[in-house]
């Protein structure tokens, strides 16, 4: 059975498993004293799973069926993952933390579209009884656990990277950075971790802060740099992740720029693997998600079950608003088409026919992956 069909097969079974399956739990009542949401021993546990967005392939490919997984690995089927995206939307990502409050779940799982505009959700969670972990970003209010991987490191290895790939270059021209949203707490960790490099042996010439992550908006921002830096000028972009990339060359193409500077990005997209692949793209920050989800759904099924933390939690973390949340934070690698075979193939996120379909055979062959 190959990637694409086991993914398909633990999405279906965690869903057809989740519809049979009765759940408990307890939510604060209008004038009520907040009631723990611990579920009692032998009673179905009832996980909420908020995602950010579904622009970006991983959370509905990756993310959601390898918690649905591990959920139900660690309460031998009796655990119910009920799942809502906020599709970019901040106001809608915490009307489905209220919700998940009405539906008494036992445990939230968070992954904030706004690191701050949700802390009141959080809040609100918290005064219901029901813990909350932040997953991938370090969302604010009282949560409880988090995991994510080091964000500072991201940008550090992206950095260094693009560090490589200009060689001689790297004080000869100009360096476009393209950041993420500023909403995204972790978006501020990977520029800083890349200014940690960069600074000092690159020229920024122009830098952004990307609205939203969208790459149609990357992609104005680069044509804007490419106006008024020069196409000529431009002897590399780091780019915060990959959907960005894809809008950055798109760029650079239509600016006529010949051969293509080199560009980062992160999070191993398919896309981004066959630009890589191409070579359009330099690199990319592959961040395993099988760890990441285990961890999260780990120290929700705990924290679910009223257990200490200490036997999942490697680390402790600050917020801007708490202080010492017990943590796991995953490390990363940094991709090239040097190392696609053993990661990502390796891995099984993706097969050797996903990656070189198509056009991009004859790439394929020439990197050796065929």
Known sequence: MNSRMRRAAVAVAATAMAASLAACGSAKEAGEKPKDSTAAAG?????????????????????????????????????????ANAKQDATAQNSQVDTMITNKVNVIILDAVDAKAVAGAVKRAKDAGIPVVAYDRLAE???????????????????????????????????????????????????KGAHSVLDGKVQVGKEYDTVEWKPENANTNMAAAISALGKDKIVGVYSANDGMAGGIITALKAAGVSPLPPVTGQDAELAGVQRIVAGEQYMSVYKPYAPEAEAAAKMAVALAKGEKLDSVATSKVDSATAKGVPSVLIPVVSLTKANIKDTVVKDGVYTVDEICADKYAAACAAAGLK
């Open 141 to 191: 209010g009282p949560i409880d656990a988090y995991t994510s991987f080091d964000n500072e490191e991201v940008g550090k290895v992206q950095g260094k990277a693009l560090l490589e790939a200009l060689g001689d270059k790297a004080s000869s021209g100009q360096v476009v950075m393209m950041n993420g949203s500023v909403t995204d707490p972790n978006a501020a960790l990977f520029k």
């Open 43 to 83: 009673d179905a546990i009832k996980i909420g799973l908020l995602l950010p967005e579904n622009q970006t392939a991983r959370y509905e490919k990756f993310d959601k069926p390898l918690i649905e997984k591990k959920v139900a690995e660690l309460t031998g089927g009796k655990g119910e993952v009920v799942y």
